[in-house]
């Protein structure tokens, strides 16, 4: 029930994009993005909600496939502020109740 | 001022002990959440209560309790603190509805020696 992410970790240079996709086995009504810097609290970046919607903040936008059951982070030209884990919460179509966290993208943006 | 704060932020105890983490929040939110979090193994979710009366036990419960003591606040016990405890606590918060987003609070770091 677990979403899964990939991948688990990536190293980037200052400019370069990156995706980061989160898969689930169930149907899902709901996808959820949240970065984590170290020792940091997580905070919340987008939700994409069932219909396809795409999603954009700054240069990181995001979309959501409901009959893959995934949904992929886009990172474009990546700053060095982008660093940090990223974590995908999926909401699934049968249980609303709470969101369910994959275990998270490394992203490490060097100079 | 901060909308989810968590009391201590860091703490260090021995082996025994009895521990509470306070989590209060001003976001006027009826959800609120107790995560532990460890290297590699992401969020992992202890208690949730989605109202005063709503408790609920998550996917590692054992060795915690926790109590709504009111609308904005959620306590996290540990009746005898053991060192695989030790770990960073997050509170969260959300709304529920159709979006339910969770938001954090700074975390306590919390070692059992």
């Known amino acids: 029930q677990q979403p899964v992410q990939s991948p688990q970790a990536v190293i980037l240079r200052e400019g370069e994009d990156a995706v980061i996709n989160c898969s689930s086995s169930?149907?899902?009504?709901?996808v959820h993005w949240y970065r984590q810097k170290h020792g940091e609290a997580p905070i919340f970046l987008m939700i994409?909600?069932?219909g396809g919607e795409q999603k954009g903040h700054d240069k990181i936008s995001a979309s959501f496939n409901e009959k893959k059951q995934q949904s992929s982070l886009y990172l474009t030209a990546s700053q060095l502020s982008y660093s940090g884990t990223y974590f995908c919460?999926?909401?699934?179509?049968?249980?609303?109740?709470?969101?369910?966290w994959g275990l998270g993208t490394s992203l490490a943006v060097n100079p | 001022d901060a909308d989810v704060t968590q009391t201590p932020r860091n703490r260090i105890t021995k082996t025994g002990k009895r521990i509470m983490l306070e989590c209060s929040q001003t976001?006027?939110?009826?959800?609120m959440y107790w995560y532990r979090q460890d290297p590699g193994l992401g969020l992992r979710l202890i208690y949730y209560?989605?109202?005063?009366?709503?408790?609920n036990k998550g996917e590692i419960s054992d060795g915690y309790s926790v109590s709504r003591q009111a609308q904005a606040k959620f306590s996290l016990s540990l009746e005898s603190a053991i060192p695989n405890q030790t770990a960073l606590y997050f509170c969260?918060?959300?709304?529920?509805?159709?979006?339910?987003?969770?938001?954090f609070g700074p975390g306590t770091r919390l070692t059992v020696l």
């Open positions: 969260a918060t959300s709304q529920g509805a159709r979006t339910d987003t969770q938001y």
């Open positions: 976001k006027g939110h009826d959800r």
């Open positions: 209560s989605f109202d005063v009366k709503d408790i």
């Open positions: 169930k149907a899902l009504y709901s």
């Open positions: 994409l909600l069932k």
């Open positions: 919460g999926t909401l699934n179509a049968g249980n609303n109740r709470k969101l369910i």
